[in-house]
């Protein structure tokens, strides 16, 4: 499968290993600067950033699923849902539909929509 970019699902598995290399190569270097508790929540900061800017990259300018969707991120990618807004413009049982995203997923994307004040497509 590729994305809308053309990027393969190897390449875009490829991106997101070498994300958590950079993010844990961080953590080694600030945990020796700073010690724990202050390299956990600058790493996580900074994992955020890099996720952020690559996706955005890749896959458009709006709200990156995976913030809301936890693990059940890559299943969401698989179906060609990248960010909020193009989840949102599709029915929910649609969504639902898809295989991984169950109802904690669908309840964490509902969260985000209406925080973002987005509702669920109607059916075509």
Sequence with gaps: MTTRDGITQEQFAELRREIQESKWLAYVVLQQLVGKEKADRALEYVGRF?????LKERFGSGTP????????????????????????????AEVAA???????????????????????????
């Design 65 to 92: 699923v995976y913030r809301f969707a936890g693990a059940k991120f890559d299943c969401l990618i698989e179906a060609d849902l990248y960010t909020l807004e193009e989840v949102a413009a599709r029915p929910r």
């Design 50 to 54: 890099i996720e952020d800017h690559e």
């Design 98 to 124: 898809v295989p991984g995203v169950g109802p904690v997923t669908l309840g964490r994307l509902e969260a985000a929509m209406s925080e973002s004040g987005l509702s669920w497509g109607e059916a075509a």
